[in-house]
T-cell receptor
């Protein structure tokens, strides 16, 4: 079983829809990251969370430490949001654990 | 302030050859992490290094793979006698301190090096 589970694996949305991607983890963590990987392969760190909620433009990330769960929300989705979104947690030891990613396609 | 620089971006090798992938961390970052992304799979941790020290190599295959981060110059991931199964994207990330828990988005990824083994 992976330390980090994401859902859904694949997601197709119409432009303008509100999108939610979920991440559950089973290890103790000190921080959680949401990453974005574009078709070209480059990876960008969108958020780092250790508690509560963060907002950046149309992106919102929340984390519930007690429930070991985080969500990434995209409001007013746009085709340029199409990418793979990866949840990563910094657990005990010196490494990140990664979810397998959620592939998002936003259709115009 | 350049980000994490990885090169080459694409590397083609024949079975049995050696592959060397380089990673220059962001200025001010002294911690380097290497990850591998196999086709259709997620990122997997390989190794964590500080200058001149391997801190955690628990994700490295036991044979043919090695990594270093010398006092001067980039971190290097070396794969000897490559096999087709080594074909993957190799990502490097850097942070200014262990754990990447301080500040916002302190973990910075490079664009990756894509290795193809023929």
């Amino acid at each position: 079983k992976n330390e980090v589970e994401q859902s859904p694996q694949n997601l197709t949305a119409q432009e303008g829809e509100f999108i939610t991607i979920n991440c559950s983890y089973s290890v103790g963590i000190s921080a959680l990251h949401w990453l974005q990987q574009h078709p070209g392969g480059g990876i960008v760190s969108l958020f780092m969370l250790s508690s509560g909620k963060k907002k950046h433009g149309r992106l919102i990330a929340t984390i519930n430490i007690q429930e070991k769960h985080s969500s990434l929300h995209i409001t007013a989705s746009h085709p340029r949001d199409s990418a793979v979104y990866i949840c990563a947690v910094w657990g005990s030891g010196n490494q990140f654990y990664f979810g397998t990613g959620t592939s998002l396609t936003v259709i115009p | 302030n350049a980000g994490v620089m990885q090169n080459p971006r694409h590397l083609v090798r024949r079975r049995g050859q050696e592959a060397r992938l380089r990673c220059s961390p962001m200025k001010g970052h002294s911690h380097v992490y290497w990850y591998r992304q196999l086709p259709e799979e997620g990122l997997k941790f390989m190794v964590y290094l500080q200058k001149e020290n391997i801190i955690d190599e628990s994700g490295m295959p036991k044979e043919r793979f090695s990594a270093e981060f010398p006092k001067e110059g980039p971190s290097i991931l070396r794969i000897q006698q490559v096999v087709r199964g080594d074909s993957a994207a190799y990502f490097c990330a850097s942070s200014p301190r262990q754990g990447a828990t301080s500040g916002a988005n302190v973990l910075t990824f490079g664009a990756g090096s894509r290795l193809t083994v023929l």
